[in-house]
């Protein structure tokens, strides 16, 4: 009987081992993922942050007139953002334009609530690569008095991009500055779901109003979360 007793205490001595250290092996997993959630949550709001400094940066030396001649298109002013500025009479008043990560820049967006602040890529760049870098300008034009600017961008469903505009409601602050200098505060009136083919957000009548429409996917992907916001 003794004997019996043993075989069993040792078979459940193992049991409760190889349990523990299956335990163990989804804790270190599941505390793994979660550190690169966060990391990568972390540099991509570090890169953002830093790309919208440099615009800024190059936009006051623009106006200050301080930049001075042509710069190479492959300068690269801070290699962990890559963000350029080049001569390009066309892309603006200021026949400068700005890159981040290979893509041109219009502007910047920044969400105070959501923590949100990144470049905005031009319209002609929009494509799903570079919407995996920073939020893009589908349709209308910045800052455009009586007009009406879409501006998506990823639910990564980790607090990066538009990941937390669900988060946002009436009254909250959105600040955009295009490549002309102009920062202008618009203000959350409207949030709702809509079908992915619904595109008249977009082409709605806004009156002389400066307004800006931010589409992204809800979190089960099935429709999409679209915000109005109006100049204040």
Not at 72 to 93: E, Y
Not at 125 to 140: F, Q, R, T, W
Request: charged residues 25%; contains cysteine; aromatic residues 8%.
């Amino acid at each position: 009987m003794d004997g019996m007793n043993n075989i069993f205490n040792n078979r459940y001595s193992k049991l409760l081992t190889v349990i523990l250290i299956i335990v163990i092996i989804i804790v270190i997993a599941l505390l793994g993922f979660l550190g690169y959630k966060a990391f990568n949550k972390y540099t991509i709001q570090e890169e953002g942050k830093e790309a919208v400094g440099k615009f800024e940066e190059e936009l006051n030396k623009i106006v200050d007139g301080t930049t001075q001649g042509n710069i190479d298109q492959n300068t690269v002013i801070d290699p962990n953002v890559n963000l350029n500025v080049v001569d390009n009479n066309s892309s603006s008043s200021s026949g400068h334009k700005v890159t981040y990560k290979g893509y041109e820049v219009v502007g910047t967006i920044e969400i105070p609530k959501t923590g949100v602040k990144l470049p905005i890529i031009k319209q002609d760049d929009v494509s799903p690569e570079s919407l995996k870098v920073a939020i893009c300008n589908l349709y209308g034009k910045l800052n455009e008095p009586g007009g009406n600017a879409v501006l998506v961008g990823h639910n990564y469903r980790n607090g990066t991009f538009f990941s937390d505009n669900q988060k946002l409601s009436n009254g909250d602050k959105i600040y955009i500055t295009d490549n002309s200098g102009q920062k202008i505060t618009y203000e959350v009136y409207r949030k709702y779901e809509t079908g992915s083919g619904d595109f008249d957000y977009a082409t709605r009548d806004v009156g002389n109003k400066r307004e800006i429409s931010l589409s992204t996917c809800t979190n089960d992907s099935s429709k999409r979360l679209v915000i109005w916001a109006q100049e204040v």
